[in-house]
Structures are given as structure tokens and as C-alpha cells.
């Protein structure tokens, strides 16, 4: 079965060198709408349109896929096909007209054609008239006696049988019909065989196809209409639209349109309480400015955005509601923070290395010290240990909870240790190695038991960062030959049992569950509610 793409605007600049015939790609969010058969000769009842926001990529070629199909008419049974049916043909060569270049008396446009008359082992010929392009390239690759096989080709009764505007040409293609035809043609096609012809003698002289001339109109009314524009996919671009810096974004602002790099994607969430119950998700967005702001999305447009959004890709968005960040929750740098509904336009753009991968702002351990309880800073060290994951119960609601601790260390000779929970719990024992340079990103410091980490919003091992690389050096010269180590935290705590943070279970409890005031700094690290 094969479908239809259609691409438009913008998004060609970005797919059309991206596409080469005969590669395997996998390809989705594209919309799909009914195929109309006037235009579409493929053979699927449906036909989608790819626009910037659609996800395409190169696919390894594991041979499933066949390079082409075909559904070969003989040539002696074109006559029995109705008109404006489209039909494969495959067919030796016999004459290839000069190009020329006719005039349209409806537009005044000047369109190039060629004739090209092929035969095959029925011993029938026809004339195929090809034009534009495919006009051009039949003078310069489409040689006498040569195999030649036309995809989805439209069948007239105009001059007797001929066809036109193939949707695929193929010079020799490696099918076993090839093989026929050069085998008959040496037997006897070659030969003085009887050949009748299915198309009248002399081409079309000067005059266009009537019903190629109408489609070319048509084509031209399609556009005039704004039939294009209305093919934009779920997706709508911005483009058109100054972009707007995040650290200029404000409340009095109708229409602005953003360009960031996703930094941060939370899991999916879900809530229930008595004013109803949903779903959310939220991505932090960071751009050129170094400024980042959240975007959170509720209900249906999680199931719209969440596999839409990848971590490390740049976006345009535009149409999301801003309002003031909630900072007990809101752990980025932008004053406000946005919410992203199914109308909002969101495209993927062309990253061309203008936002950083992430943005950090560092600080020693050393300096922990002086840092404000319930400040978010990022922090970078070498993992000295890692714990087992914990369950604990909550007294409250119940619910078990999931607690791992990681000690780190930096080049100011202090250490520190950071509590991860839920998700991120399960993930450190598996992916933060004892020895590795490790980042977080915005974990809120603690006076919990002295100076103690908790809830980053991300977490990066080994970041490509010159940092990463100065703490190596650090820990290959001084760090892992006995340097003195002191701990930020005054007395090591207990971790078996009921000993949970004071502020755990309070904040469950106050935490504001609807849509309206829900903010997701939470869920992304220590209480997986």
C-alpha cells in the first residue's frame, strides 16, 4: 500500500533536500484526511500533509520495504481501461520526441512537453506524453531500446489511447519484468515483429492535452483559493511572527511567539480531588537568552504535546496563557510561567546553535553555607556514593515513596549530599555511577540536618561542559589522593524508618491539585503523589 505526502510553506525548506527516493524513513504526526483521487493516484483511501512539527527520520533499510511496486497493464489491454484511470506501464522504448514548448491560450503560461513511444511483448505501442520537468529529463535519460517502466499513469482516449503524467519514472528498474522484456526484445521484438499502435501517428503537434491543460488550471485555482493554507496540519507555525524573547515576555502582551530548546520534560501526572480530575505534564523551555520559563499542559493536550516534545529540540510556540510563576513550585528563572492548550501553535524549528543544550549557574559546595533554605541552585561533583533505594510510608495518605541519597564532591574539598525521590530514585541507582561528574540542575538547598539537597529538576551525568573537565583534572591530581573532604551537612541523618523531612507530608497535603492553580515543581522530584 502506498500514501501520499504532501508538504507545504515553510516546511518544505526544511523536508525537501531531506527526502531521496528510494531511502526508508519513519515518519509521524502528519494529518490525515480523505485522499481525493482527482489529484492523489496512490492507492491508499487516505493522504496526509507534513509540517514542521511532524517527526520524520532516516530509518535503516532491513530490506522489508520494497524499492517499488508495480501493478503492470499490458499495453494491447490499455484499451479496455476506462479514461482518467491511472495504470503502471512498462515497455521498451521505441522514439523519443524533441521537447517543446507549447503556449496555454486560457493562462499564457509556457509548458515543456515531450512524447516518448514505448512497446512491450504483446507487441502493442503507445505514447506516453510527459511534461515540465519530467519533459526535460526524458530528452537527457531515457534512451532508445531501453526498459522503462512509468508509475501511475493517467490513461485518455484523446488520439486514441495515450497516456500522460506519470507519477514515477524508471529507467531499467531491477524487476524481473526487465529481464522479460529484454529477453523478447532480443527474440523477436527486435525483429520485425507486427507492431500496432494504440495512439494515433504524429503526436499532438502544437496543441496541450485539454484535460492536462484543465488539471494545470485547476491546480492554479486550488492555490488561489488558499487550499495550501488550509493544509497546515494540527501543528500551526508562527513564523510570520516577530519572535519574542523569553526574559521580554509580559502579561500585556495578546500575541507572541517564542524560540527554545525543551531543557526539562516531567512524566506524565494525574490528579483527583473534588473539584474533578485530570492529567499533566510540564517541559521547561530554555532560549537564546539564557532565560528559561515553564510550560505546563492539562488533559487533552497531553495527549497532543507529550510525545511531540523531545528533550534537546528547539520549538516555536505561540498562544499559550501567561501568568505570574508560582515560585514555590516554579523553579526557572522567568517571572511567569505559561500553560499550552490544543490551540496553541507549537512547530518544530531548525536548530542552528543559537540556544545553548542547557544553562547553568554553579555553585561551590563550598559556598552552600551562605545560600537561603528553599533556594534552588545547580550544582556539579564527583559521586562519592549513591544508597539503595528506600520505600517510605507516608503517615498521612498512605502511600509509599521511593528515597535514594547522593553524595557528591567538588574541587572546594566539601561534599554534600542530595536526596532524590520517586523516579528519580529508581534512576540514580541505575544511572549515577560512584566517580562520575554529575550535574543537577535547580535543586532546592535545605537546612534540614545542616546544609542538604533535594529535588532537582534535572539530573546530567558527565555534561559536555568545560566544568565537567576541570573536575576531572581536579579529582585526577588531588581529589582521589586523599584531599581533605568536609561535609556541608553538621550531623549525618538517619535514612531507616520513619525519618522524613518535616516539610515531606505538609506539602502533599497543601499541594493545589486542579487546573487552575496547579504548578508541577513537585512532581519532578521528591513526592511522586
Not at 61 to 88: A, S
Not at 241 to 259: D, G, K, V
Not at 493 to 502: C, I, V
Request: net charge negative; proline share 3%; charged share 25%.
Amino acid at each position: 500500500m502506498d500514501i501520499r505526502a504532501t508538504i507545504f510553506n515553510q516546511a518544505i525548506d526544511k523536508y525537501y533536500n531531506f527526502f531521496n527516493m528510494g531511502k526508508v524513513y519513519t515518519i509521524s504526526w502528519g494529518k490525515l484526511k480523505v485522499a481525493d483521487p482527482k489529484w492523489n493516484r496512490c492507492k491508499s483511501q487516505y493522504e496526509m500533509t507534513l509540517d514542521n512539527s511532524s517527526e520524520v527520520a532516516l530509518a535503516d533499510d532491513e530490506g522489508e520495504v520494497q524499492v517499488q511496486c508495480f501493478d503492470f497493464v499490458k499495453i494491447e489491454y490499455l484499451e479496455q481501461v476506462e479514461p482518467n484511470k491511472n495504470v503502471d506501464v512498462i515497455g521498451i522504448v521505441q522514439e523519443v520526441s524533441d521537447v517543446q514548448s507549447l503556449m496555454s491560450k486560457k493562462t499564457g503560461q509556457e509548458h515543456q512537453k515531450a512524447d516518448v513511444t514505448i512497446i512491450d511483448d504483446t507487441g502493442y505501442q503507445v505514447r506516453l506524453t510527459l511534461w515540465g520537468n519530467q519533459a526535460v529529463n526524458a530528452s537527457r535519460e531515457i534512451s532508445l531500446h531501453k526498459v522503462v517502466a512509468f508509475r501511475r499513469v493517467r490513461v485518455s482516449d484523446y488520439g486514441g489511447v495515450t497516456l500522460s503524467g506519470p507519477q514515477g519514472t524508471f529507467v531499467e528498474p531491477k524487476i524481473p519484468e526487465t529481464e522479460d522484456l529484454y529477453s523478447w526484445w532480443k527474440s523477436q521484438g527486435s525483429r520485425g515483429t507486427t507492431v500496432r499502435s494504440l495512439s494515433s501517428t504524429g503526436g499532438m503537434g502544437g496543441r496541450l492535452d485539454p484535460l492536462y491543460e484543465q488539471e494545470l488550471i485547476d491546480d492554479i485555482e486550488r492555490l488561489n483559493l488558499g487550499y495550501e493554507n488550509q493544509e497546515n496540519g494540527d501543528y500551526q507555525t508562527n513564523t510570520a511572527s516577530p519572535l519574542t524573547l523569553i526574559s521580554n515576555l509580559n502579561l500585556y502582551q495578546n500575541r507572541w511567539t517564542i524560540e527554545a530548546r525543551v531543557v526539562a520534560k516531567s512524566d506524565i501526572r494525574t490528579w483527583s480531588n473534588p473539584k474533578g480530575e485530570g492529567s499533566l505534564f510540564s517541559i521547561d523551555l530554555l532560549d537564546s537568552s539564557g532565560m528559561d520559563i515553564r510550560a505546563t499542559m492539562f488533559k487533552e493536550a497531553v495527549d497532543k504535546y507529550y510525545n511531540f516534545f523531545v528533550v534537546g529540540k528547539v520549538y516555536t510556540i505561540g498562544g499559550g496563557k501567561l501568568k505570574v510563576a508560582n515560585l514555590k513550585w516554579n523553579t526557572c528563572k522567568s517571572q511567569f510561567e505559561m500553560t499550552l492548550d490544543n490551540n496553541s501553535a507549537v512547530a518544530l524549528a531548525d536548530d542552528e546553535g543559537e540556544i545553548q543544550a542547557q544553562s547553568f549557574d554553579f555553585v561551590k559546595i563550598g559556598h552552600l553555607e551562605q545560600v537561603e533554605p528553599n533556594k534552588n541552585v545547580d550544582v556539579i561533583g564527583i559521586v562519592q556514593e549513591v544508597s539503595d533505594v528506600q520505600s517510605l510510608m507516608s503517615k498521612k495518605t498512605g502511600q509509599e515513596h521511593q528515597k535514594a541519597d547522593v553524595t557528591i564532591i567538588d574541587d572546594t574539598g566539601c561534599q554534600v549530599r542530595l536526596t532524590l525521590w520517586g523516579n528519580q530514585a529508581v534512576y540514580s541507582s541505575r544511572e549515577i555511577p560512584v566517580h562520575k561528574v554529575v550535574a543537577f540542575r535547580r535543586a532546592r538547598v535545605s537546612n534540614y540536618s545542616g546544609v542538604t539537597f533535594s529535588d532537582p529538576q534535572a539530573t546530567f551525568v558527565e555534561p559536555k561542559i568545560p566544568e565537567t573537565e576541570d573536575l576531572y583534572s581536579w579529582w585526577k591530581s588531588q581529589g582521589s589522593r586523599g584531599a581533605p573532604q568536609l561535609e556541608v551537612w553538621q550531623m549525618q541523618r538517619n535514612t531507616s524508618g520513619d525519618d522524613k523531612h518535616p516539610w515531606d507530608e505538609e506539602k502533599v497535603e497543601d499541594y493545589p491539585w486542579d487546573e487552575e492553580t496547579v504548578r508541577l515543581g513537585i512532581v519532578n522530584g521528591y513526592l511522586d503523589v
